[in-house]
């Protein structure tokens, strides 16, 4: 499959992938980029190589997107395993604690209600965070000690799942941007009175993409390439969404032509009282007949462009 022959047409839109163990966010993006021979991506959300699950990416105009879904809740399954804390505060590490105490499933029932709401969580030393200019997991590894300030995170729900053994417990956590769940379980193991590190993750929804939508890397190609064979673009329906697919949360508001180009133009509409449940700062998807035109946001009188797609 010749890359000139996948790069006749513009690709805008995302693929929601389902990102294998052992696969880096940025390169998995840079490997489905290849495939679709898009000028343009980027991905929403970081997930760690150890953990699997969905990974929207983003290509083209879809990029205008990724700060909504940059910020958007994200659910979570993962198993924790009791008596063993690690560097990474996952498999990947080397052991730096130890405890023979298990919690039994009233006491992990019990301490969860602890972690709901708005909490102060302090991040893992192996993250990508910056310390006076370097990236924290760089410091960690060349054996510095690496000093991170407690931030606040928002945990929506938390629940145990299942108690497959006395070691392991599987738990779904739903959260919002800037929740590391290595950190989750390690607070939550200290509290049981213990230890603990992740020993499997899965990121199973963000913002308005759910499993259901994820395809594999191995599907991703293949599709691709009987499009490719076939001589379609852009590639086919199951691989692309749309670019409004992000912004489906987001109530509609139809557009004229006219007003389609001049929120092209950046000029703002007027929004007529009764057209629907909104108020000052609110989100709005403007779709005219052919499709996304743009992501604006109601200020007084005046609908504002924030985003402008170019879509058409």
């Given at each position: 499959?010749?890359?000139?022959?996948?790069?006749k047409?513009?690709?805008?839109?995302?693929?929601i992938?389902?990102?294998?163990?052992?696969?880096?966010?940025?390169?998995?993006l840079?490997?489905?980029r290849?495939?679709?021979?898009?000028?343009?991506?980027?991905?929403g959300?970081t997930l760690d190589?150890?953990?699997?699950g969905i990974l929207?990416?983003?290509?083209?105009?879809?990029?205008k997107?990724l700060?909504h879904?940059?910020?958007?809740?994200k659910t979570?399954?993962?198993?924790l395993r009791f008596g063993?804390?690690?560097?990474?505060?996952?498999?990947?590490?080397?052991a730096?604690a130890q405890s023979?105490?298990r919690p039994?499933?009233t006491?992990?029932?019990?301490?969860?209600a602890?972690f709901?709401?708005?909490?102060?969580?302090v991040?893992?030393a192996?993250s990508?965070?910056?310390?006076?200019?370097a990236?924290?997991y760089?410091?960690?590894?060349?054996?510095?000690a690496?000093?991170?300030?407690?931030?606040?995170v928002?945990?929506?729900?938390?629940r145990l799942?299942?108690?497959?053994?006395?070691?392991?417990?599987?738990?779904?956590?739903?959260c919002?941007?800037?929740?590391y769940?290595r950190?989750l379980g390690?607070d939550?193991?200290?509290?049981l009175?213990?230890?603990?590190?992740?020993?499997?993750l899965?990121?199973?929804?963000v913002?308005?993409?759910t499993?259901?939508?994820?395809?594999?890397l191995?599907?991703?190609t293949?599709?691709?390439?009987?499009?490719d064979?076939?001589r379609?673009s852009?590639?086919p329906?199951?691989?692309?969404l749309?670019?409004?697919?992000?912004?489906d949360?987001?109530p509609?508001r139809?557009?004229?032509e006219?007003?389609?180009?001049?929120?092209?133009q950046?000029?703002?509409l007027?929004?007529?009282?009764?057209?629907?449940?909104w108020?000052?700062?609110?989100?709005?998807?403007l779709?005219?007949?052919?499709?996304?035109?743009a992501l604006?946001r109601?200020?007084?009188p005046l609908i504002?462009?924030v985003?402008?797609?170019?879509?058409f």
């Amino acid at each position: 499959m010749s890359q000139s022959r996948r790069r006749k047409g513009p690709v805008n839109g995302w693929v929601i992938l389902d990102k294998p163990l052992g696969l880096g966010s940025t390169p998995a993006l840079g490997k489905v980029r290849w495939v679709l021979g898009a000028a343009k991506g980027g991905h929403g959300g970081t997930l760690d190589p150890l953990a699997t699950g969905i990974l929207p990416l983003a290509f083209g105009e879809a990029t205008k997107a990724l700060p909504h879904i940059v910020d958007a809740t994200k659910t979570y399954r993962f198993t924790l395993r009791f008596g063993i804390e690690t560097t990474t505060l996952d498999g990947e590490g080397t052991a730096v604690a130890q405890s023979p105490a298990r919690p039994d499933d009233t006491a992990i029932t019990a301490a969860l209600a602890g972690f709901v709401g708005d909490i102060a969580q302090v991040p893992p030393a192996f993250s990508a965070l910056k310390v006076a200019g370097a990236r924290a997991y760089d410091l960690a590894r060349a054996g510095q000690a690496v000093d991170l300030a407690a931030r606040t995170v928002t945990i929506e729900a938390l629940r145990l799942v299942e108690r497959p053994d006395a070691d392991h417990a599987v738990f779904e956590v739903i959260c919002g941007k800037g929740t590391y769940v290595r950190a989750l379980g390690r607070d939550l193991a200290l509290t049981l009175g213990t230890v603990g590190h992740l020993a499997a993750l899965r990121r199973t929804r963000v913002g308005p993409f759910t499993e259901e939508q994820a395809v594999a890397l191995d599907r991703v190609t293949k599709m691709v390439e009987l499009a490719d064979v076939l001589r379609h673009s852009p590639p086919p329906d199951g691989v692309l969404l749309p670019v409004e697919t992000a912004l489906d949360d987001i109530p509609a508001r139809a557009v004229t032509e006219a007003e389609a180009l001049a929120l092209k133009q950046g000029r703002a509409l007027h929004a007529l009282p009764g057209t629907g449940d909104w108020h000052d700062g609110s989100a709005v998807r403007l779709m005219a007949p052919q499709g996304l035109v743009a992501l604006g946001r109601y200020d007084g009188p005046l609908i504002r462009p924030v985003r402008v797609f170019n879509l058409f």
